[in-house]
């Protein structure tokens, strides 16, 4: 999916993440803590995902605020990772500039000796984040560009959404 978040210039930030959770409160992503997007989070915590699925000629647009996912959840996934990601994970300082793809892979092999025969700790500058949906879109491709769209708002009442049909 396609996160986008504002910068702290206020400028827009997107990028693709992967959905790696989907509660009836909110949908999961996993990421570095100190990576660009994480910041901006911290800073703001208003975002946006969009879902395409090609061969469906569907979109999904789902937006709110994202909260941090507790730490127990992260460690619990962070185990399920295959090895490779999980140091990759721990040497990164995602966003940050980097040397030399030599240096990374330099980082990566040191700690793989390190840690030889022994399970990767899931490092603090790992985590994740749930938004939690304040508005739905749905968005069917149909012929010509009579697309259906509808769009899911909160009502004051928990769990029911007032549902507009939008013009393509
Ligand atoms: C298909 C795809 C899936 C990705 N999934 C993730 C992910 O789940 N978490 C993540 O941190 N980065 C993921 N990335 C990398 C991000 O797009 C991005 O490059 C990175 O998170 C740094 O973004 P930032 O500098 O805005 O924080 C993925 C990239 C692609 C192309």
């Avoid at 660009?36 to 709110?64: E, I, Y």
Wanted: hydrophobic share 35%.
């Amino acid at each position: 999916m396609c996160l986008a978040t504002i910068g702290l210039d206020g400028s827009p930030a997107a990028r693709m993440v992967l959905l790696k959770g989907l509660q009836p409160e909110g949908l999961d992503f996993f990421t570095c803590l100190q990576s660009q997007k994480a910041n901006q989070l911290s800073a703001d915590p208003r975002a946006c995902l969009d879902f395409w699925w090609s061969p469906l000629n569907r979109q999904v647009v789902v937006s709110g605020q994202v909260e941090p996912l507790r730490r127990k959840l992260v460690e619990k996934y962070f185990e399920t990772r295959p090895r490779g990601s999980q140091i990759a994970a721990t040497i990164s300082r995602q966003s940050a500039p980097s040397p030399s793809r030599d240096d990374l892979e330099d980082r990566w092999q040191k700690m793989e000796n390190q840690f030889e025969g022994e399970q990767i700790p899931c490092p603090d500058h790992w985590g994740g984040f749930r938004l939690v949906p304040e508005r739905f879109e749905f968005w069917q491709g149909r012929e010509d560009r009579l697309h259906d769209r509808f769009e899911f708002l909160p009502t004051e009442e928990a769990g029911l959404w007032d549902i507009n049909r939008l013009d393509p």
